[in-house]
């Protein structure tokens, strides 16, 4: 993301903001583990779920118990609550350089 002043990158934090995207507090772990770990300069999380206030929204699985609305929605929540997660660990979103899945990708 390239902000209006040219090569500068935009604030994160700001660019949620500006979309009007509000985090939620970050979630709190369902079970015996840690949902953020941290070694050397890499963010490692698990754990994140759909679920609002320690309440899990979905439950079931796309096509059965949900519409791809459903699907999005939860997926959605997730994407937010992995945020909300990285934002606590790190105390800004603006820390985060890269994004990886599971597989490195």
């Known amino acids: 993301m390239v902000s209006a002043k040219g090569t500068q990158p935009a604030s994160a934090e700001r660019r949620l903001a500006e979309l ?3 985090l939620p507090p970050a ?5 015996a583990y840690v949902e953020s770990v941290q070694t050397g300069n890499l963010l490692y999380l698990s754990g994140m779920l759909p679920a609002v206030g320690h309440e899990p ?3 079931g ?4 118990e949900f519409d791809v ?4 929605e939860a997926a959605r929540i997730a ?3 992995v945020l909300a997660a990285a934002r606590k660990h790190l105390g800004s979103l603006d820390k985060v350089g890269q994004i990886f899945d599971k597989s490195g990708g």
């Open 20 to 22: 009007g995207i509000e």
């Open 27 to 31: 979630p709190t772990p369902f079970g």
């Open 57 to 59: 929204k979905f439950v």
């Open 61 to 64: 699985r796309l096509g059965r």
């Open 69 to 72: 609305e459903q699907g999005r």
């Open 79 to 81: 994407a937010l609550n």
